[in-house]
């Protein structure tokens, strides 16, 4: 016997769909169903919070402007 806990889909013509894992072989099973009346959300995850850090120009006489990167002919 093997316990599986999955989420299924029921379409409005009221069909149940579910994934089983590969190691249920194809065929008749017997089958024991309980759905939870709470429609569930997917899960919310907290937004990414990275630090920040001061970071300053690593030479301040360099502005890395288009001048002063490309030559005269914008190459």
């Not at 590969?22 to 709470?38: A, F, K, N, S």
């Not at 006489?61 to 030559?71: F, K, N, P, T, V």
Request: proline share 13%.
């Amino acid at each position: 016997m093997t316990t599986l806990e999955t989420k299924a889909t029921v379409t409005p013509d009221r069909k149940l769909t579910v994934e089983v894992p590969p190691e249920i072989q194809p065929g008749e099973h017997r089958v024991v169903l309980m759905i939870d009346d709470r429609i569930t959300a997917p899960d919310k995850k907290p937004p990414l919070d990275f630090p920040s850090y001061p970071a300053g120009l690593a030479d301040s006489s360099s502005a890395l402007r288009r001048e002063d990167i490309y030559g005269p002919d914008g190459r």
